[in-house]
């Protein structure tokens, strides 16, 4: 059965601080996908890492594949009020469907 | 370009009732996905169809719950004698090809059973 394990599973912060949440598994992905997700609101994705060792970034969201791609992290420089959410990692599962985390959900207070 | 739109946001029954959830996707998409959601948890993938094919079940409860996509009209994912444990919110995603490509997501159904 493949899993993606996502921690921490909560995180409050200070506006200004960096953050970083990860996901792991012992299974291989093809690739890792990060999606945010606000409440009432369905998932929207982020990023899509493809390639073991890729780093991509997107503003002040830094997103790097392990080697191995078993595993994945998410880096925020200097958080705002306006990353508040819950950050989920989505790997592709065996039968064409794609496989969640639980999700990290992060609160930065002001 | 509408994205995937879902209906109805919320909907409240009573145990026993049958819930019927919709999902049109994304225009040109033929892939659609359901997963379900409880509270503080990431989301549970269901099924995957495919127009008037079922591709992938293995998540869905083997009673009660059943899904389609037909070849015309949204899919539908059909709750029947809901149980408290079946609230929780369902997410339609759609994709354009399979594979576990992008996928889109909509806003989801709220489903509250009294």
Redesign the interface.
């Known amino acids: 059965t493949q899993l993606l394990e996502q921690s921490p599973q909560f995180l409050s912060i200070q506006e200004g601080e960096n953050l970083t949440v990860y996901c792991n598994s012992s299974s291989v992905f093809s690739s890792l996908q990060w999606y945010r997700q606000e409440p009432g609101e369905g998932p929207v994705l982020l990023v899509t890492v493809v390639t073991g060792g890729e780093v991509k970034k997107l503003k002040r969201l830094t997103f790097q594949f392990g080697d191995a791609r078993k595993d994945s992290s998410l880096h925020i420089t200097a958080a705002q009020p306006g990353d508040t959410g819950l950050y989920l990692c989505a790997g592709a599962g065996s039968q064409g469907n794609l496989i969640f985390g639980k999700g990290t959900k992060l609160s930065v207070k002001p | 370009n509408a994205g995937?739109m879902q209906n109805p946001r919320h909907l409240v029954r009573r145990r026993g009732q049958e819930a019927r959830l919709r999902c049109s996707p994304m225009k040109g998409h033929s892939h659609v996905?359901w997963?379900r959601q409880l509270p503080?948890?990431?989301?549970?993938?269901m099924v995957?169809l495919q127009k008037e094919n079922i591709?992938?079940e293995?998540?869905m409860p083997k009673e009660r719950f059943s899904a389609e996509f037909p070849k015309e009209g949204p899919s539908i994912l059909r709750i029947q004698q809901v149980v408290r444990g079946d609230s929780a919110a369902y997410?339609c995603?759609s994709s354009a090809v399979?594979?576990?490509n992008?996928?889109?997501?909509?806003?989801?159904s709220r489903l509250t059973v009294l």
């Open positions: 995937v996905y997963y503080e948890e990431g989301l549970k993938f995957y591709i992938d293995s998540g997410f995603a399979g594979g576990a992008v996928l889109t997501f909509g806003a989801g």
